[in-house]
């Protein structure tokens, strides 16, 4: 029983080809296209009007140089909401559950505004690794513990992401589980129980959501230093 509970996190598989391809290119197929009238259906205009907002507040805090990130942040928040909702239903499988996926969306974005930084402004950029008014006899501590800093921010955002899911997916398993045991028994017990199951599914939705923006508003902070 406590290895099935994480047999939900295992990539799946048929006839030895992994379906995680087919996970993560699945949402792109559900947004509808957007046309070139002026009417539109009124998913089309939700669509527009939350992905507009949502890139405003992002692009708010940075100047002209960062906004050509703009599409990219807008589609990688839409990308990790539509599969993070999307694991929540039955018989589905989960992609950011995985470290790996994670990482390989932090590290290279995270590496990008790095290079970006040293580029453009790199007295700023290593500037950051040394606050200002440090005592010299703390400098090379300071630097040292800065660049550690550095170097573990796409660790954090990848494990973070990763982590936050597959508690969520776990709790809500163990409860699940609980409910089917305690129905026979005491069906009132299992009642409260699949009560708590459902305000933490509603739970779930929000953590889904908000774990997506966390990641593309901390990848725009480390843009921010860096442009």
Do not use: C
């Amino acid at each position: 029983m406590a290895m099935s509970f994480f047999d939900q996190f295992a990539s799946p598989s048929y006839l030895g080809i992994p379906l995680i391809a087919i996970a993560i290119a699945l949402p792109w197929v559900m947004y509808p296209t957007p046309s070139t009238r002026w009417i539109n259906n009124r998913l089309i205009t939700i669509q527009g009007w939350l992905i507009n907002r949502f890139t405003n507040q992002l692009m708010l805090p940075l100047n002209p140089g960062g906004h050509k990130w703009a599409l990219l942040f807008a589609s990688l928040m839409i990308f990790l909401i539509t599969i993070n909702m999307l694991g929540l239903l039955p018989y589905t499988f989960t992609p950011t559950t995985q470290l790996s996926l994670n990482m390989g969306f932090a590290v290279p974005l995270w590496l990008a505004t790095v290079i970006i930084g040293m580029r453009n402004q790199p007295t700023v950029a290593l500037g950051h690794l040394l606050p200002e008014g440090t005592p010299i006899p703390l400098i090379p501590v300071l630097i040292i513990i800065e660049t550690i800093s550095l170097f573990i921010r796409p660790l954090a955002l990848g494990v973070r992401l990763t982590a936050n899911l597959t508690a969520g997916h776990l709790l809500i398993q163990l409860i699940a589980t609980a409910v089917f045991v305690l129905l026979p028994m005491m069906p009132t017990v299992a009642i409260l129980t699949a009560t708590v199951l459902f305000l933490l599914t509603l739970l779930e939705v929000a953590v889904a959501m908000i774990q997506a923006y966390v990641f593309v508003l901390l990848l725009s902070l480390y843009l921010q230093e860096n442009v």
